[in-house]
T-cell receptor
Framework: GAGVSQSPSNKVTEKGKDVELRCDPI?????LYWYRQRLGQGLEFLIY????????KSGLPSDRFSAERTGESVSTLTIQRTQQEDSAVYLC???????????FGSGTQLSVL | KNEVEQSPQNLTAQEGEFITINCSYS?????LHWLQQHPGGGIVSLFM???GKKKHGRLIATINIQEKHSSLHITASHPRDSAVYIC??????????FGTGTSLTVIP
């Protein structure tokens, strides 16, 4: 597709369940970023992938969070044993290279009940 | 202390006014981004800067690397410019830092 695609757009889950969020970047974009935005708060960086380099995981808030990306394709963000404080919009962005302009997906609204 | 500070936090302007949003940062950067978030949450990347000045339509972004400061200007503001504007920097250590955003309301 022409833009960054995220799925699902909305996810409601029960506390303690695992969730998997998907991001399909723009073709040819080597850089992929995950962010989250909790209600009323600013954007929070989670993780960054650049090509085949080791990802920058410095923003992941706990070991319940993990992300994978194979090559320059789809990425999945997994949250294990979800907690209510995980409720947020999870945004994915991709860029052509490490300093390229960011293109954002429309986000996944995660609600943990 | 936040690595990225934006001002003002809230801004209300009359249609047609010239608007400036400021961003100061404390880390060495490889790039600075200005983002626009509309009600409903969609985020658009407006500019990516590493030096100088960029212009796109009524929007102008400048950066002064020595002073660690960037400004986003909107000329002839319009109600459709109402949004949250976010400054984000990518540090030379490859970390991203975000400002808390400036909420702009343009009144007809």
């Amino acid at each position: 597709g022409a833009g960054v695609s995220q799925s699902p757009s909305n996810k409601v889950t029960e506390k303690g369940k695992d969730v998997e969020l998907r991001c399909d970047p723009i073709s040819g974009h080597t850089a992929l970023y995950w962010y989250r935005q909790r209600l009323g708060q600013g954007l929070e960086f989670l993780i960054y992938f650049q090509g085949n380099s080791a990802p920058d995981k410095s923003g992941l808030p706990s070991d319940r969070f993990s992300a994978e990306r194979t090559g320059e394709s789809v990425s999945t963000l997994t949250i294990q044993r979800t907690q209510q404080e995980d409720s947020a919009v999870y945004l994915c962005a991709s860029a052509r290279g490490s300093v390229g302009k960011l293109f954002f997906g429309s986000g996944t609204q995660l609600s943990v009940l | 202390k936040n690595e990225v500070e934006q001002s003002p936090q809230n801004l209300t302007a009359q249609e047609g006014e010239f608007i400036t949003i400021n961003c100061s940062y404390s880390v060495g950067i490889s790039a600075l981004h200005w983002l626009q978030q509309h009600p409903g949450g969609g985020i658009v990347s407006l500019f990516m800067l590493s030096s100088g000045k960029k212009k796109h339509g009524r929007l102008i972004a400048t950066i002064n690397i020595q002073e660690k400061h960037s400004s986003l200007h909107i000329t002839a503001s319009h109600p459709r410019d109402s949004a949250v504007y976010i400054c984000a920097v990518r540090s030379t250590g490859n970390q991203f830092y975000f400002g808390t955003g400036t909420s702009l309301t343009v009144i007809p």
